[in-house]
């Protein structure tokens, strides 16, 4: 995502609202590559302080990772907020410790791709699941639980613990 900014860098205290729709590189998100299913949308307010320019927003996307459970791919709407400072590469107004967390841009184009995945990163599950009831995979015959029952046995104890499936049924 793209912001041309070559009018608003020289005007302290301008702002400007943006409708930016653009595609977005694929993700590594919980070991596995994750693509997007369209271009990401977001909603922006770019102001210039006098010594940054400040973006500020609303992301959405839509993803297609694989189901940690089922590993049917699905499809995941993900919303975020977008707040970066951006400040022009030489310029020595703002303070060393203001800098730390802002970040250069040179000439009058702003790519806040990496920050837009940033943020849409923080917001992603630890696992992948396509709903909260997905039964998943049989462990003996791997069939999907969603869309088939199988009539395999119940669990496989491990002989050595045996003793302890019955140890709560007597209390």
């Known amino acids: 995502m793209h912001i041309d900014v070559s009018k608003i860098k020289a005007s302290p205290g301008e702002r400007m609202h943006l ?35 400040r973006v500020e927003g609303r992301l959405k996307a839509q993803l297609r990772p694989q189901c940690a459970r089922c590993l049917e791919p699905f499809t995941m709407p993900v919303e975020t907020e977008i707040s970066e400072t951006y400040y022009p590469e030489g310029g020595g107004e703002a303070a060393p410790d203001e800098r730390e967390e802002w970040i250069p841009f040179s000439g009058d184009v702003l790519d806040i791709t990496p920050e837009v995945l940033k943020s849409l990163m923080l917001v992603l599950p630890m696992r992948f699941v396509c709903r909260e009831d997905c039964r998943g995979l049989c462990p003996r015959c791997g069939r999907n639980r969603n869309l088939v029952s199988c009539d395999c046995p119940g669990e496989d104890v491990d002989p050595r613990l045996a003793v302890l499936k019955d140890f709560f049924k007597s209390k």
Do not use: Q
């Open 19 to 53: 409708e930016l729709e653009a595609p977005l590189p694929s993700l590594e998100a919980g070991g596995e590559r994750v693509e997007f299913t369209g271009p990401a949308r977001a909603s922006l307010e770019v102001s210039n302080t006098g010594k940054a320019l």
